[in-house]
Each structure stands twice: as structure tokens, then as C-alpha cells.
């Protein structure tokens, strides 16, 4: 931890990439751990704008699930540090691949969402009326598949499923973004690119790199300093050693 700290001194510029396992401390499982999302289905079976246009209520239930469950969960330890990391570095800037929303409910500036939401929908048809970017839905759904208010046609979840392009403003922003000088990857399997690959820009541009995962993952064996354990518990004490605290 105080090696972190150490590396935190100053104001160094600061980019963290978090994955589905910040937010398991909130009851929001993750994607391919032991209770995963992914254990009853395969991702190819819902994550695909195949699998939608094949079952669209199929994947709709799922993704009406997810957001109910969603909805109800609160951000814990680790969304709280990052959220004052984020108030408390100038240049400190958050790649998410959740669409949970949860960072955003802890308060954390200069969030960007690298695969969507699920608050948000879009038409599926990307009808003439509807914004490209799709419309913010809180709130349970009154009809599945929930339709767009300007065709009447049906909607989608406002993520980015496997096969699709990670929105522009999204690359742009993580493109930035890896010109830091500490990059932390944090509760993520790093099996899913180009948000994976991110890590690997910011070593080329001399960031010190951090892991911080309960679990060894692919990306492991590269980064600087890996520190096993659970994010809100790491997080945790990284914070109560930094100066100030
Ligand atoms: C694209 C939808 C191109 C939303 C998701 C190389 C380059 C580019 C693409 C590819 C490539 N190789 C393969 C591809 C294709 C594909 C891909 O990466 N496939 C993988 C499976 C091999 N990528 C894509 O298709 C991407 N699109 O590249 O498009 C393109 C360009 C132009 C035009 C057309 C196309 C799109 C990828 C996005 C897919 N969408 N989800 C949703 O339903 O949520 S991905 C899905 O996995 C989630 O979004 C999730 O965010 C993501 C990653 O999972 P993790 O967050 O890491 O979660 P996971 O459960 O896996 O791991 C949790 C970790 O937490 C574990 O390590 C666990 O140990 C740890 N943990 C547990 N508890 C804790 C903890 N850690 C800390 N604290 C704890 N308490």
C-alpha cells in the first residue's frame, strides 16, 4: 500500500479503469466469477446485437433484472475513494467498463462510461427522432421490449454489446486518458478490449501501473505493483495511509 502512496504524493496525473469488481461489495455480481452474471447464460446469448435481434425480450429480461438490481444497490469503499480521488487530484480521470452508474451515484468527477449504461436506452431502429446517444430511463419499465417514444419501434439497452464500437467520445476520452503517471486497473478480469488494452498504452508512456484485483488475471504479470485483495478493502487503506488522512 505505501508503495502506492508514495507514488500518489504530489499531484500526479491519475487514470484508474475499473471492471464489474468494484461494485461486487455492493451486491451487483460480476460478469465470469463464481456467482456470475454470465453463469446461467453465455455472454455470445445476451451481450450481441445478434442475440437481441434473435430474443430481444430474452436479453430485455435480462437486462430489466439488471437494472432493478441495480437500482437498489449502493456504492461501497472502493466507489467512495475513487470519488474523492476524483475531487482531490486535478488530473485524475476514470475509464469504467460498468454500466452500473455506481461511480456516478459516489460522486466521482470526470467519469468515462467505456460500455454504456443501463439507465439508458436507445431506439433500435436509431430512428430519425431519437438521439444516436439514446434517452435516460430511471425507473422500472413499463413494457418489455420498452419502445421508442419516437417510432414506436422497440428499443435497446444503451450498452455497448460484444461486436460493437466503443463510442467515439469514449475512445477519445480513454485515448487521453493513458497519458498518465499512474494508471490503475482495478476488479477487472482484463479479458474484455479494447478497455484491456488501455493498460498496456499507458506502460508505453512510462505510467507506473497498479493492479489491484482479489485474483491474478492476465494482466498480472505486467503491471509494476499488484496488490491482491478485495478493491474497497485496498482502497480502503491505501487512502488512510496517504498524508492528510
Ligand atoms: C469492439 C455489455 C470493435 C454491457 C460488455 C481485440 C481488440 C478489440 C476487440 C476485441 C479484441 N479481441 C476480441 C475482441 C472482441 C471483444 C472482446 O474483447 N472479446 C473478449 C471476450 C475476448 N470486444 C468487443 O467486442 C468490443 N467491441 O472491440 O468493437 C469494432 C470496431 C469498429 C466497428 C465494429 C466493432 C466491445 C466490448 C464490450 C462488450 N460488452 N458488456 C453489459 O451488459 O454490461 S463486456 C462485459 O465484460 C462487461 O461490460 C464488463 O464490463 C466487461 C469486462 O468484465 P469485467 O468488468 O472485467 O468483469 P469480470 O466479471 O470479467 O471480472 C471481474 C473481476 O473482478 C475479476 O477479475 C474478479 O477477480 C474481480 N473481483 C471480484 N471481486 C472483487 C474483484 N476485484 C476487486 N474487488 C473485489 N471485491
Redesign the pocket.
Known amino acids: 500500500m505505501r508503495a502506492l502512496a508514495a507514488r500518489l504524493a504530489g499531484s500526479p496525473r491519475i487514470t484508474v479503469v475499473t ?4 461494485s ?2 455492493s451486491g451487483v455480481p ?4 463464481a456467482g ?1 452474471l454470465w453463469k446461467s447464460h453465455r ?1 455470445e446469448e445476451l ?1 450481441t446485437p445478434e442475440a437481441f435481434d434473435r430474443d430481444p425480450l430474452l436479453v430485455w429480461e435480462w ?1 430489466a433484472w439488471r437494472r432493478e438490481l441495480v437500482a437498489k444497490a449502493r456504492p461501497n469503499r ?1 466507489h467512495e475513494v475513487l470519488a474523492a480521488w476524483s475531487r482531490r487530484y486535478p488530473e485524475f480521470r476514470l475509464v469504467t ?3 452500473d452508474g455506481l461511480h456516478e451515484r459516489a460522486g466521482t468527477q470526470n467519469v468515462t462510461r467505456f ?2 449504461s443501463l439507465r439508458t436506452l436507445a431506439c433500435h431502429r436509431r430512428c430519425a427522432g431519437s438521439s444516436p446517444d439514446g434517452w435516460e430511463h430511471e425507473g422500472p419499465l413499463s413494457e418489455l421490449p420498452p419502445r421508442c417514444p419516437h417510432c414506436g419501434g422497440i428499443a435497446r ?1 444503451g ?8 463510442p467515439a467520445e469514449a475512445l477519445r476520452a480513454a485515448a487521453q486518458a493513458v497519458n498518465c503517471d499512474v494508471f490503475l486497473t ?12 488501455l493498460l498496456l498504452e499507458a506502460a508505453a508512456r512510462g505510467a507506473f501501473t497498479v493492479e ?4 491474478a ?1 492476465p494482466a498480472t504479470r505486467g503491471v509494476d505493483l499488484a496488490l491482491a485483495g ?3 478493502e485496498v482502497l480502503d487503506r491505501v487512502e488512510r495511509t496517504l498524508p492528510g488522512e
Open positions: 471492471g464489474a469488481g468494484v461486487a461489495a460480476t460478469f465470469r466469477g456470475g455472454p451481450a437486462y472502493a467498463q460498468n454500466v460500455h454504456g439497452p450498452v455497448v454489446w460484444f461486436g460493437e464500437p466503443i482495478v476488479g477487472t478480469s482484463a479479458v474484455v478490449y479494447p478497455a484491456a488494452g489491484i484485483n482479489p485474483d488475471t478485495p478493491a474497497e
